[in-house]
């Protein structure tokens, strides 16, 4: 039995529930069974017993008061993973499903992620099993208002910096920020995603999208390909879906889907100018449903209760491109197997760990170019970095500035994927190239530290 499979069953062993963390690091650590055989000095130090144990995780009671006057009563979290190479960063998730084990994946996740962007970032995650859906501003005011009532003293600008994430955007982001500056009395960088005249950057809102695409447009290049004139399926309509929609219309491609929990949309005729405005509206003021899509455009069919990748799977659809931007485990294998027969050449990973260790095989066995999501959704928080920076600066930099140096980020990224397969001996397999590039960072740094 190797090293690295006994800290896996120890893993197991200690939270036999927490699947969706077991899948996160199973991942990882498979990739990480090469760097065990050449790096004895980490094995010594136990880095890879203590890389999956999260530094702290705090969890919390959140009471608020809804409209009716009524007490609610929800549990707030935050996992602060690793903070070995920078500060703890990684978003807020507010959905009915969050729980212990979908926030380790995502903190564990973010932890690689962040190395990835050579910025100086730590890992975590946090959120609460709060349902923004169907509730009012003044609601999800108070309710925002209750949770920093707690995080706050576990958070700051050399500490720890949340963001947005599922059901966290710019108006939870406002609230936030908003009930921190009031109790702490201190204007300063605590979170990420903030408006413009609040010390927001340019780009924050656009960069997971724009990242992902950028991210894919590198993969196909090493094939002569390009985003023109390919037809290309994403998953989700929020905040990653909206923008990497944008991207891959302004580089000549024609997006075919969008989706959200209830329904899926398909538009043969693309997704495009004032269409794109129309979701924009739909899902960011009015807070509606995506299936009103079909409602407004004839040309466009709904699939109420299926993904799109249900829709692929059934009736045959063709698509070049996949950008899952919508949740974890969204892609199992047959559906990665109906993707390979519709002719898709790449997926790019909008979502945290969209796809299922059985969708990747089904990506591998097929060569497809397969960007996994610490990799390819790393333009959020790399942006996050970015608007890090201008606070502790106070400037603010153009939008070609924080677009240019993003876009940057994302080649380097991607270089840095395939030269660490290829220096391990797993030439253009970018998951062991991303969970090597990114371990071996926090690994180097761990060890200098000593056993803290
Ligand atoms: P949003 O809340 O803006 O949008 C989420 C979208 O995904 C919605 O369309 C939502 O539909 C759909 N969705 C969420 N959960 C489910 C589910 N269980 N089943 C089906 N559809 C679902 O979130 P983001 O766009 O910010 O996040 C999307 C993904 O991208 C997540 O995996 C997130 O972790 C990841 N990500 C986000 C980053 C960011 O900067 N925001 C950065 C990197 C990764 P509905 O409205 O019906 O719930
Ligand atoms: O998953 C992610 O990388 C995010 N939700 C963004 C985190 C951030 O700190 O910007």
């Given at each position: 039995m190797s090293v690295i499979s006994e800290v896996m069953d120890r893993v197991k062993e200690r939270d036999p529930y927490q699947f969706e963390f077991h899948q996160a690091a199973q991942e990882v650590l498979e990739s990480l069974e090469v760097t065990a055989k050449k790096h004895p000095e980490f094995v010594r130090a136990r880095i890879y017993d203590r890389i999956v144990e999260p530094d702290r995780a705090i969890v919390f009671r959140v009471p608020w008061v809804d409209d009716k006057g009524d007490v609610q009563v929800n549990r707030g979290y935050r996992i602060q993973f690793n903070n070995a190479i920078g500060p703890y960063k990684g978003g807020l998730r507010f959905h009915p499903s969050v729980n212990l084990s979908i926030l380790k994946f995502l903190g564990f996740e973010q932890i690689f992620k962040n190395s990835l962007t050579t910025l100086p970032m730590g890992g975590a995650k946090g959120g609460s099993d709060f349902d923004p859906k169907g509730k009012s501003d003044d609601e999800v005011m108070r309710f925002c208002q209750a949770f920093v009532r707690e995080l706050y003293r576990h958070i700051g600008p050399d500490v720890d910096v949340p963001a947005g994430d599922i059901g966290v955007g710019g108006r939870e982001i406002g609230y936030m920020f908003g009930y921190y500056k009031k109790i702490r009395n201190d204007h300063t960088g605590v979170l990420t995603g903030k408006g413009l005249e609040w010390g927001g950057s340019l780009i924050r809102p656009e960069a997971t999208g724009y990242g992902c695409v950028y991210f894919a447009a590198e993969m196909l290049t090493t094939k002569g390909?390009?985003?023109?004139g390919k037809t290309v399926a994403i998953s989700g309509s929020g905040n990653v879906a909206q923008y990497a929609m944008e991207k891959v219309n302004q580089l000549g491609g024609r997006v075919i889907s969008l989706c959200d929990s209830s329904s899926t949309i398909v538009d043969e005729q693309g997704i495009c100018g004032e269409k794109c405005d129309f979701v924009l509206d739909l899902k960011?003021?009015?807070?509606?449903?995506?299936?009103e899509y079909a409602d407004k455009y004839a040309g466009a069919a709904c699939f109420i209760g299926d993904s799109i990748w249900d829709v692929i799977k059934s009736n045959g659809l063709k698509v070049d491109v996949a950008l899952p931007c919508a949740t974890q485990n969204e892609i199992d294998g047959e559906q990665a197997a109906a993707l390979v027969k519709s002719g898709c050449l790449c997926v790019s990973e909008g979502?945290?760990?969209?796809?299922?260790p059985e969708a990747i095989r089904v990506y591998q066995d097929a060569n497809m170019l397969y960007g996994p999501g610490k990799a390819a959704n790393a333009g959020g928080v790399a942006t996050s970095g970015l608007e890090m920076s201008q606070n502790s600066m106070r400037l603010s930099w153009s939008r070609e500035e924080v677009d240019g140096r993003l876009l940057e980020i994302m080649k380097n990224i991607h270089k840095s994927c395939l030269d660490a397969a290829e220096a391990y001996g797993k030439k253009g397999d970018y998951v062991t190239g991303a969970n090597i590039a990114g371990f071996l960072k926090v690994a180097n740094a761990m060890l200098a530290y000593g056993i803290v």
């Amino acid at each position: 039995m190797s090293v690295i499979s006994e800290v896996m069953d120890r893993v197991k062993e200690r939270d036999p529930y927490q699947f969706e963390f077991h899948q996160a690091a199973q991942e990882v650590l498979e990739s990480l069974e090469v760097t065990a055989k050449k790096h004895p000095e980490f094995v010594r130090a136990r880095i890879y017993d203590r890389i999956v144990e999260p530094d702290r995780a705090i969890v919390f009671r959140v009471p608020w008061v809804d409209d009716k006057g009524d007490v609610q009563v929800n549990r707030g979290y935050r996992i602060q993973f690793n903070n070995a190479i920078g500060p703890y960063k990684g978003g807020l998730r507010f959905h009915p499903s969050v729980n212990l084990s979908i926030l380790k994946f995502l903190g564990f996740e973010q932890i690689f992620k962040n190395s990835l962007t050579t910025l100086p970032m730590g890992g975590a995650k946090g959120g609460s099993d709060f349902d923004p859906k169907g509730k009012s501003d003044d609601e999800v005011m108070r309710f925002c208002q209750a949770f920093v009532r707690e995080l706050y003293r576990h958070i700051g600008p050399d500490v720890d910096v949340p963001a947005g994430d599922i059901g966290v955007g710019g108006r939870e982001i406002g609230y936030m920020f908003g009930y921190y500056k009031k109790i702490r009395n201190d204007h300063t960088g605590v979170l990420t995603g903030k408006g413009l005249e609040w010390g927001g950057s340019l780009i924050r809102p656009e960069a997971t999208g724009y990242g992902c695409v950028y991210f894919a447009a590198e993969m196909l290049t090493t094939k002569g390909q390009s985003f023109a004139g390919k037809t290309v399926a994403i998953s989700g309509s929020g905040n990653v879906a909206q923008y990497a929609m944008e991207k891959v219309n302004q580089l000549g491609g024609r997006v075919i889907s969008l989706c959200d929990s209830s329904s899926t949309i398909v538009d043969e005729q693309g997704i495009c100018g004032e269409k794109c405005d129309f979701v924009l509206d739909l899902k960011n003021q009015r807070r509606g449903r995506i299936s009103e899509y079909a409602d407004k455009y004839a040309g466009a069919a709904c699939f109420i209760g299926d993904s799109i990748w249900d829709v692929i799977k059934s009736n045959g659809l063709k698509v070049d491109v996949a950008l899952p931007c919508a949740t974890q485990n969204e892609i199992d294998g047959e559906q990665a197997a109906a993707l390979v027969k519709s002719g898709c050449l790449c997926v790019s990973e909008g979502a945290n760990m969209p796809s299922t260790p059985e969708a990747i095989r089904v990506y591998q066995d097929a060569n497809m170019l397969y960007g996994p999501g610490k990799a390819a959704n790393a333009g959020g928080v790399a942006t996050s970095g970015l608007e890090m920076s201008q606070n502790s600066m106070r400037l603010s930099w153009s939008r070609e500035e924080v677009d240019g140096r993003l876009l940057e980020i994302m080649k380097n990224i991607h270089k840095s994927c395939l030269d660490a397969a290829e220096a391990y001996g797993k030439k253009g397999d970018y998951v062991t190239g991303a969970n090597i590039a990114g371990f071996l960072k926090v690994a180097n740094a761990m060890l200098a530290y000593g056993i803290v």
